[in-house]
């Protein structure tokens, strides 16, 4: 008795697995910061191995295993192909195959989510790497279904990947923050910036410019092509200037942090961000998520009142009017609906089962040992 009475209490006291999102511009670095995190909870002790969902449909390789991989439910390319509608072809392009490819599998989402949820009480973290193509997750509305389902289960922080190197001229990196404010504002989730490659390019400058105003407004007008042909401020130099007042703000509530994917450096401080938006996502997200949800529901209700009623009171007036053709009503039986769902009929794949315990691939390490290694292309 004593033994189950001392189980309990850590059975109830499980938390959450905490939801990363990885956000971020073809060539950040999204799939090398997933692999490289993921190698991180492998080797703590006792291991932490993470629960990983691949949303690119057209990845031609992994540097992970991933748990659920969209790839095994949906044929991106045979999407382009076979798409079409109304005896009407579709000749859909990459990105186009790769938004209808994510659509088809946010149809199989639920059985998503029931996978994970039976994973959750033995994992800490739940990964997703999304398409390369930022605005095919983060603007539509199948990014934003798998954004609030998994935000509603689990505590979610969004990760934002910033290419460093590529961010060291003023007008990209004032890009990058619009970009990320934008992105913030619209899932309402706890946000993780995080540069990447800092390898290669330290990310102090960044910080800096976030920081103080006026470094940025120095290295803004140091730049080249920040007057025109008279020494005036160009309009691009001018804007930037505004933005900059703005994002002021939205610099005070986010969290930055810099990493290499590649050595490893600043990964534990990423986690630690990670630990702190926790505390924002029950502070903030959590409740707000709760009266959007009563005040959804409740006026689902009303909505689904109204309509019965005005229902009730239009059979009334047709029964009334016309006596003899009510006796010949009949509801449709259940069996002539049950061919009604036309989704995919795959069902999700759980590959936890078929991995070795403690299994994945260190890139780092293929780089140093396999200098001449050919990564498959797309056929």
């Known amino acids: 008795m004593s033994a189950s009475s ?11 697995p905490h939801v990363i999102i990885t956000i971020g511009m073809a060539g950040a ?56 509608h109304s005896d009407k072809r579709y000749n ?25 949820e039976k994973r959750a009480e033995t994992v800490d973290y739940i990964i997703l790497d999304t398409p390369g193509q930022i605005e095919i997750f ?19 922080v969004v990760a934002y990947i910033i290419d460093t190197p590529r961010t060291t001229a003023p007008a990209t990196f004032m890009s990058n923050m619009l ?5 913030m504002y619209k899932t309402k989730l706890p946000f993780i910036l995080v540069f990447n490659k800092t390898d290669a390019q330290p990310h102090n400058f960044a910080l800096e410019w976030m920081q103080d105003f006026e470094a940025f407004q120095l290295a803004l007008a140091s ?19 505004s933005m900059s007042l703005v994002l002021d703000e939205f610099y005070k509530h986010l969290k930055a942090v810099g990493v290499s994917s590649m050595t490893g450096n600043g990964i534990k401080e990423f986690f630690e961000a990670v630990e702190e938006s926790r505390e924002t996502y029950i502070s903030e997200y959590l409740p707000e998520l709760e009266r959007a949800r009563a005040a959804r529901d409740q006026s689902l209700q009303d909505a689904k009142e109204d309509s019965m009623n005005r229902l009730m009171k239009d059979l009334a007036v047709d029964r009334a009017r016309n006596p003899d053709t009510a006796k010949e009503d009949r509801w449709a039986s259940d069996e ?9 009929d795959i069902d999700i794949i759980d ?8 299994q994945y691939i260190d890139v780092t390490r293929m780089r140093r040992d396999n200098d001449n290694i050919n990564w498959p292309r797309p056929g």
């Open 29 to 84: 670095g999204k799939s090398t910061f997933v692999q490289r995190i993921n190698s991180y909870l492998h080797s703590q002790n006792p291991p932490q191995p993470p629960y990983i969902l691949n949303l690119d449909p057209a990845v031609a390789h992994l540097p992970f295993e991933a748990n659920i991989d969209i790839r095994d439910t949906v044929n991106y390319k045979e999407v382009m192909k076979q798409m079409d």
């Open 351 to 358: 590959r936890s089962e078929d991995l070795r315990a403690g």
């Open 138 to 156: 983060t603007w539509s509305a199948s990014g934003a279904i798998i954004t609030d389902a998994v935000a509603s289960s689990f505590p979610t």
């Open 92 to 116: 859909l392009g990459p990105n186009g195959g790769i938004l209808t490819a994510l659509n088809l599998f946010t149809t199989k989402f639920d059985q998503v989510l029931d996978l994970v």
């Open 223 to 241: 730049h080249s092509g920040s007057r025109d042909s008279e020494g005036e401020p160009t309009y691009m130099n001018s804007l930037m200037n």
């Open 6 to 16: 001392s189980s309990q209490p850590d059975t109830k006291s499980k938390r959450k």
């Open 336 to 344: 002539e609906d049950e061919d009604a769902d036309e989704g995919l």
């Open 179 to 183: 970009y990320a404010c934008s992105i």
